[in-house]
């Protein structure tokens, strides 16, 4: 059976169930037969939300639980060199060339956390199957529907869509390209077309910007790579924000309210106030394309001490610094009103756009390209308004491009992806290494 048909696993279970129950996390399955719907059905199951306060590496256990389910898998498809990072539990392993021809080695990476932004436990996905372009009912209390600002659906009508059940993430991003990838490395053990040497990565802790810290690009032991974490089929990314955290902490002077007059600091009001002060306009809600932005993510606090949490984001890396340079001003303004000392901040610069560390390798993107076009689909290019484990690796002398992984609207219980993406992205990756492979 073709590794593209999926209509045996759409339709013949239970309707009660939302996918056949031999499919759940750790039950014991033959490797090659599995389709990438099957792989990423099954995946999903383990819960691994990344955590930015855990303070350990991986930042969460079910990372690893995922890790030593894909190890199990690898070795049983015949990966050589398979292994796990001590250090952040990242797994790896290798797909040997084919061919004794000198080739350059190609590598392939996805990360195994999902983002905290919504809940990643006891993930119920179900398939619409032929979706026809109305309301997508989630649950008894959630749906959506192009009409109803879910615009996207209407490039999947006809579609088989993976959806949620309304209460949590599907995990898509990016349990999908460790499918995808999985799939694609089944393929190229039995096949006959020529190939390179190709590894593959799954890391952890991308989602908090950690995925890279700890990952060793010698050791891996690639010319170049794609990360497979995008999002509609068909993207092609080498532009990516360049980032900066910054937090500000403000200190107040705690008096009873009946006698504060002349006395009180109110932190909580300050902090308020330092957020009235920036530009409006300049926020996620209201920026696009290669507009950068100034996100307030989380605050907190009380009359004494208060905390505000922002990620500035910006492609040209001279904005970026004007940003950091108006968090900087706008404190130096309340100081001066409050008194000195009463905001703090401290701002930490966390990753970069990758194109510059691209530009030398552009058969990566002319590549993909060609790869996409053979499967008839346009490749989109455009700027990443986030970051990839592939900006990190760049830097760290990896070229390292984004692709796409096929699914829609990540991080929220809105997400989607369509079967018909995650059956073909596998082709497009093997075509990727055959190209490398002539």
Not at 244 to 265: E, F, N, Q, W, Y
């Amino acid at each position: 059976m073709s590794l593209c048909d999926t209509s045996f696993i759409l339709y013949s279970f239970p309707p009660s169930l939302p996918f056949p129950p031999d499919l759940l996390y750790n039950t014991p399955m033959e490797v090659y037969t599995m389709t990438c719907t099957e792989r990423f059905l099954r995946y999903i199951q383990v819960e691994t939300t990344s955590s930015e306060t855990s303070g350990v590496r991986p930042s969460t256990p079910g990372q690893l639980d995922l890790a030593r389910l894909l190890m199990e898998e690898m070795t049983a498809m015949g990966l050589s060199d398979v292994h796990m990072s001590p250090a952040d539990g990242a797994v790896f392993g290798t797909i040997p060339a084919n061919t004794d021809k000198p080739l350059p080695t190609l590598g392939f990476l996805a990360h195994m956390d999902t983002s905290c932004a919504a809940s990643g436990k006891n993930v119920s996905p179900r398939i619409v199957k032929d979706y026809d372009g109305g309301v997508i009912q989630l649950s008894a209390t959630v749906s959506m529907s192009p009409d109803a600002g879910y615009d996207c659906l209407r490039e999947v009508i006809g579609k088989d869509l993976i959806v949620t059940d309304g209460a949590t993430l599907l995990g898509a991003d990016d349990k999908a390209g460790i499918a995808e990838i999985m799939t694609m490395a089944d393929s190229l053990l039995h096949s006959d077309t020529p190939h390179g040497t190709v590894k593959v990565a799954f890391t952890t802790d991308e989602e908090i910007g950690e995925g890279p810290a700890l990952f060793d690009v010698a050791a891996f032991g690639c010319d170049f790579a794609y990360t497979v974490d995008g999002g509609p089929i068909g993207e092609l990314e080498y532009e990516n924000f360049n980032a900066a955290s910054t937090r500000i902490t403000v200190h107040g002077v705690g008096v009873h309210p009946g006698s504060a007059k002349d006395l009180m600091v109110n932190a909580a009001a300050i902090a308020a106030e330092y957020q009235s002060l920036l530009p409006q306009a300049m926020t996620p809600e209201h920026t696009a394309g290669y507009e950068g932005f100034i996100h307030l993510d989380e605050m907190s606090g009380t009359v004494t001490e208060a905390s505000l949490r922002y990620i500035l984001r910006d492609h040209d890396l001279t904005k970026l610094r004007a940003k950091i340079r108006l968090m900087d001003d706008t404190a130096a303004f309340l100081n001066a009103k409050y008194g000195e000392g009463t905001v703090e901040v401290e701002t930490k610069e966390t990753y970069y756009n990758m194109r510059e560390k691209i530009e030398g390798h552009m058969h990566l993107i002319e590549t993909a390209r060609a790869a996409f076009r053979a499967h008839g689909i346009e490749p989109l290019t455009q700027p990443i308004r986030g970051g990839t484990d592939g900006a990190a690796l760049s830097f760290k002398g990896l070229p390292c491009p984004n692709l796409s992984t096929g699914g829609y609207q990540f991080h929220g219980i809105y997400e989607f992806i369509p079967v018909e993406s995650l059956e073909k992205m596998p082709e497009i990756l093997c075509d990727i290494a055959y190209a490398y492979g002539k």
